[in-house]
């Protein structure tokens, strides 16, 4: 066998393991101890393999998506009252889950360099 087709070979034998063990990822934004927005559709999204079915509930609220070919995928929880805190599970093939999760006011604010 010639060294290029040793490589390819090679090659393919490690991305294949990689593509199987695909794990559920969710970008830095979406970490433990966030504040979701209270009495309104929580957005909640992530990376997964390609047509993975990808699970999220956090207290009573449950929702599903499916990763697209990009492996990308997102989806909103209903609505849910001011509380906390709580645990929130990302559940594919793997599972993240994140804690001390709460529901609440969430404001964005800009302006002077001494506002508080």
Do not use: C
Request: no cysteine; proline share 7%; glycine share 12%.
């Amino acid at each position: 066998m010639s060294s290029t087709r040793q490589l390819a070979v090679l090659a393919a034998a490690l991305a294949a393991p990689a593509i199987a063990a695909a794990e559920v990822r969710l970008p830095a934004l979406v970490g433990s101890h966030m504040v979701l927005q209270r009495d309104a559709p929580a957005r909640i999204w992530g990376w997964a393999a390609p047509g993975e079915a990808v699970r999220v509930g956090v207290g009573a609220a449950k929702g599903e998506a499916v990763a697209g070919a990009d492996g990308r995928w997102s989806l909103d929880l209903p609505p849910q009252p001011a509380g906390g805190p709580f645990s929130l599970t990302v559940a594919g093939t793997s599972a993240v889950t994140l804690e001390d999760v709460w529901f609440g006011e969430v404001w964005v604010t800009s302006g002077q360099s001494n506002m508080e």
